[in-house]
């Protein structure tokens, strides 16, 4: 990790299993969308939801990033702890809640209209704030981003977003409301997407949909194409489109439209910073399958049990032991704790390292208390050397959840 073994900080790191982030990683990915969306007015908005460590959050904001929340929580630690500029954030979700509205409201987010019991929500809170709406309408375009279906978002069958053929009511409603105030509008396709063209169908649609509003005497003054961009999980050498190809796959269109072009990403900027370290407890057959058996598991990284989604896994040092065919599993007591199978690996030794790559996005940020196994700690390298940005939770920790009831 930014040129230091991982053995080496495993030997200066007290906990195990720990996530690590490369600091240098997450500043390139930044930069790459910075790079891509020159010569565009826009918001690279950081996808809260992806990685919540504030010392993460708190370094993309010190970039020029802006913030895409769908929480509450994230909400208050976006601005209180990470002090991202309100105008800049983007507060999504299909059930936002009316006090989290009103917070959203006050500070001057733009919010996200995803139906019509919200749209008589946000109207509500602002009129609760004192101060007027700045909202988008999200439209729904029906684009199949060709991906697992729990992170497919832009489809009929979605829970998200409004249906098209209600715009019209969502529209008259906005103007004749003194409490909403028309900013723009937002579409979300999905996540892990690898075709680009999906983002230009999609935008093609949304054209026609921003000129409709614009012809009912409304402002668009902010697209927002959401994120989705996919990364390379199983490390083949496969050749995945770049922040530079997404945003010249719409640029015409963008520059056409005069707008403020808004971007989510989360997978794409923090994935591949992170690697989720492991000590191998013992290895065990049952006669048909092989294991090797660590001390992490699904409690902390629940992506393979949740989707069945691959994340390459190395030893973190060569072993002489036989190549064998093994499923990487934890402790937990749950057949669906896996964090590998079927993958080829020098049998180790008790007290080896294993590391699960690409665990910077939905990895930490999905960890539960599953079991009793407490949420681990996180570090990143930093100037070269290694920094804990988060502590480890401890049983303590929970049993004072319970103190004086």
Request: proline share 4%.
């Amino acid at each position: 990790c930014d040129g230091l073994r991982v053995d080496d900080i495993r030997s200066q790191v007290p906990e195990s299993p720990f996530y690590l982030y490369s600091k240098d990683r997450i500043t390139e990915n930044y930069m790459a969308y910075q790079e891509a969306l020159e010569g565009l007015e826009s918001i690279v908005g950081y996808a809260i939801k992806a990685n919540n460590n504030l010392f993460i959050a708190r370094h993309l904001q010190q970039l020029g990033s802006g913030a895409v929340l769908v929480s509450g929580g994230e909400l208050r630690m976006a601005i209180e702890g990470a002090s991202f500029d309100p105008t800049r954030t983007i507060f999504n979700g299909n059930g936002k809640l009316p006090r989290e509205l009103v917070e959203a409201c006050k500070v001057g987010c733009l919010i996200n209209i995803d139906s019509e019991f919200d749209l008589r929500q946000i109207e509500a809170a602002a009129r609760e704030a004192g101060r007027p709406a700045r909202v988008l309408i999200r439209i729904n375009p029906d684009v199949d981003p060709e991906v697992h279906p729990y992170v497919s978002t832009g489809i009929a069958s979605s829970k998200f977003g409004i249906r098209n053929e209600r715009l019209q009511w969502f529209l008259d409603e906005i103007k004749a409301s003194p409490h909403l105030d028309m900013a723009g509008v937002h579409c979300h396709l999905g996540s892990t997407i690898t075709k680009v063209r999906i983002f230009r169908d999609a935008t093609e649609l949304m054209v026609e949909f921003i000129k409709k509003i614009r012809a009912e005497g409304l402002a668009v003054d902010y697209f927002n194409i959401g994120g989705g961009l996919g990364i390379d999980y199983y490390h083949d050498g496969a050749v995945l489109p770049t922040p530079m190809d997404l945003i010249g796959a719409v640029r015409d269109l963008v520059q056409e439209l005069d707008v403020t072009l808004i971007l989510e990403p989360g997978r794409s900027m923090v994935a591949n910073s992170g690697c989720f370290v492991n000590t191998v407890t013992g290895v065990k057959t049952n006669g048909n399958k092989d294991f090797i058996v660590v001390d992490g598991s699904m409690a902390e990284l629940i992506r393979p049990s949740l989707y069945d989604a691959y994340q390459h896994i190395e030893l973190t040092a060569p072993s002489s032991g036989e190549q064998r065919t093994f499923d990487v599993v934890g402790p937990v007591c749950e057949s669906a704790d896996f964090l590998g199978k079927d993958r080829v690996l020098a049998t180790p030794e008790a007290g080896a390292g294993l590391v699960v790559h690409d665990a910077g996005a939905y990895c930490m940020a999905m960890a539960s208390t599953y079991n009793l196994k407490m949420r681990p700690a996180e570090y990143w390298v930093e100037d070269g050397r290694v920094r804990k940005i988060r502590r480890a939770e401890t049983l303590d920790d929970h049993m004072k959840l319970f103190e004086g009831l």
